[in-house]
């Protein structure tokens, strides 16, 4: 069993930055690659960035691209979005993902999800 919870998310005004994190418990949180997506309403789920098991290997959406930073810690079993550079267009529910086997911007490509944290962009 693995169980991912998100935490962090709440109201910050555009510009401002916000910190997510995800912690993990299950034996595979170290071989996986660990992701974020988000979801805004009447939207599909889409893409935030992934991280591979020692942290060498991140991917971001063109989206969040050099305003979002996705890292981790396994001795902590715990996967973070620094977000800063904040837009109204980044407010959604944002969830952790965890099983990936490669960095893949898809969801069906992970096993694992948490419950999700609203993060509100205000403009």
């Known amino acids: 069993q693995v169980q991912l919870v998100e935490s962090g998310g709440g109201l910050v005004q555009t510009g401002g930055s916000l910190s997510l994190s995800c912690a993990a418990s299950g034996r595979t949180f170290s071989r996986s690659f660990m992701a974020w997506f988000r979801q805004a309403p009447g939207k599909e789920r889409e893409f935030v960035a992934t991280?591979?098991?020692?942290?060498?290997?991140?991917r971001y959406a063109d989206s969040v691209k050099d305003r979002f930073t996705i890292s981790r810690d396994d001795a902590k079993n715990t996967v973070y979005l620094q977000m800063n550079s904040l837009k109204p267009e980044d407010t959604a529910v944002y969830f952790c993902?965890?099983?990936?086997?490669?960095?893949?911007?898809?969801?069906?490509?992970?096993?694992?999800w948490g419950q999700g944290t609203q993060v509100t962009v205000s403009s």
């Open positions: 991280i591979s098991s020692s942290g060498a290997i991140t």
């Open positions: 993902a965890g099983g990936g086997i490669v960095p893949s911007s898809f969801s069906s490509h992970y096993d694992y």
